[in-house]
């Protein structure tokens, strides 16, 4: 009797695992447990909702924000828009150099390849040009386009410092960071510091820094912009002759200044007063004073990538740095004042932006442009709404899909859905911080043509697990 119960029992519990719905099964998986979960999936075509759970509800996105930004900048500027960074020549001090900045988050960039030094010798030779023996030059970079708050103020201490929270201004150089490099040989002691990459004179590290022995980088470096106080905490690989971390660059504007000057004098071209527009702009910011410089005749015009391949890099290598230059630079466009902040100048205008789309932009509470922010929200249902208008109506439909890394071939997708059949056939964007792992973007499978959110918060278990639930979800779809 108990064995025909037991069979019973058992037909039961298959028959039940079998009958169970696919976002049953992920909100059921017991490594979400206590995690909050939020579905929607939206067909492209027809505009029904394929999947709902919790999509109206918001969620910490973290890097899924990224979205909202790229796809309202290329909207508003299109995909062709380019920074441009002058050097110029002060109409009213014909010894002063001007460095005019636009916000342009590549000058010195690595990303795309190439010399990051490059310009810096070809502005080098465009003043050799006007030189002469007797000249003293003085050099004024012009970086107040965006103010000097350079970070969103719901940014998180432990972030401060370290290369993925650089802060954002009118100048930009080497993607507003630098290398640290260590000597971890010697276990009986702090990782001795070797050197900077580039060079940073003026910075103080105090060094709290231990080695490990499990070859993972859990180095931190903790400080604020404007500061040359530097603190390292946290542990680095043991063993290594050269082992290096990155930080935020404090005053990018005056380091561009100083290598410019540097550049100089190697040629035997004499400078003096080296100096950014930070204090002149402080002095007058409750008076709203114009700046005291006037554009005279311009040496050089230094123009960006394009903007389609700035969101790229922005979504496939998930860069904060260019995510919170395009969102300022939006709000900047909006707010032409320089006295105006560009960071809530830009977040009003996304808001704005939707709203006139038809979207309702209730659930979405951005603080910054990057999703580094634990205070930022948005629903499920919203990115769907904003990637069904990125496919069915906008004109940069094709750049913004192709900003987008691929499932289990590029970026942070590079081995999410890898070898199963949908890779490739995913195009997303994924946000990741502590406690929180997000998928947003388009399943593009013959007939099948979706828009997707998949938001987890406050999951306490693996993080691999809780991919690993999202995909298998994914792929009941």
Not at 26 to 48: F, M, N, Q, R, Y
């Amino acid at each position: 009797m108990k064995r025909i119960q037991l069979a019973i029992l058992s037909v039961f519990v298959v028959i039940s695992s079998f009958s169970q719905t696919p976002i049953s099964q992920l909100i059921d998986h017991p490594v979400l447990k206590h995690a909050s979960v939020g579905v929607c999936v939206k067909d492209l075509e027809t505009g029904e909702i394929v999947v709902s759970h919790n999509a109206e509800k918001s969620f910490t996105p973290a890097s899924v924000m990224k979205l909202v930004t790229t796809a309202t900048a290329i909207e508003i500027f299109g995909n062709d828009y380019r920074y441009t960074t002058l050097l110029a020549l002060d109409a009213t001090n014909p010894d002063r150099i001007l460095v005019i900045g636009s916000g342009d988050p590549t000058l010195g960039s690595d990303v795309f390849g190439g010399n990051p030094y490059e310009f810096l010798s070809d502005w080098t030779k465009k003043i050799l040009e006007r030189n002469n023996e007797e000249k003293v030059w003085q050099i004024y970079v012009a970086d107040e386009l965006f103010g000097y708050d350079g970070i969103s103020p719901e940014w998180t201490w432990i972030d401060m410092g370290n290369y993925y929270a650089s802060g954002t201004y009118g100048i930009s150089i080497f993607d507003n960071s630098y290398k640290i490099f260590f000597d971890t040989t010697d276990p009986n002691s702090c990782p001795k510091i070797l050197r900077t990459e580039p060079e940073m004179k003026s910075i103080r590290f105090t060094n709290f820094l231990k080695t490990n022995i499990s070859g993972r980088d859990n180095g931190y470096i903790y400080g604020i912009p404007f500061s040359n106080d530097r603190i390292l905490r946290g542990d680095i690989p043991g063993g290594r002759r050269s082992f290096s971390i990155k930080g935020d660059i404090p005053d990018p504007g005056l380091l561009l200044g100083e290598l410019l000057a540097e550049h100089l004098r190697k040629q035997s071209i004499h400078v003096g007063l080296v100096q950014t527009a930070r204090i002149d702009y402080i002095s007058r910011y409750c008076t709203k004073e114009a700046m005291p410089y006037r554009i005279g005749e311009i040496l050089d015009r230094r123009q960006s990538r394009m903007l389609s391949d700035i969101i790229r890099e922005t979504n496939v290598k998930s860069n904060n740095h260019f995510a919170e230059h395009l969102l300022r630079t939006i709000g900047r466009k909006s707010n032409p004042n320089i006295y105006s902040d560009p960071l809530k100048e830009g977040i009003e205008a996304i808001d704005k932006f939707w709203k006139q789309k038809g979207i309702a932009t209730q659930s979405i509470v951005m603080k910054d442009g990057s999703g580094l922010a634990p205070q930022n929200a948005v629903s499920p249902e919203f990115l769907c709404e904003v990637l069904g208008y990125m496919n069915n109506q906008s004109e940069n439909k094709s750049v913004f899909f192709d900003s987008l890394p691929k499932a289990g071939l590029d970026g942070t997708l590079k081995s999410f859905m890898k070898g199963t059949k949908f890779e490739r056939k995913i195009a997303a964007k994924s946000g990741s911080i502590e406690g929180v792992q997000c998928y947003a973007g388009y399943l593009m499978d013959g007939s099948k043509k979706y828009a997707f959110a998949v938001m987890v918060n406050k999951f306490n278990g693996n993080r691999s697990e809780v991919r690993s639930a999202i995909e298998k979800f994914l792929l009941s779809l």
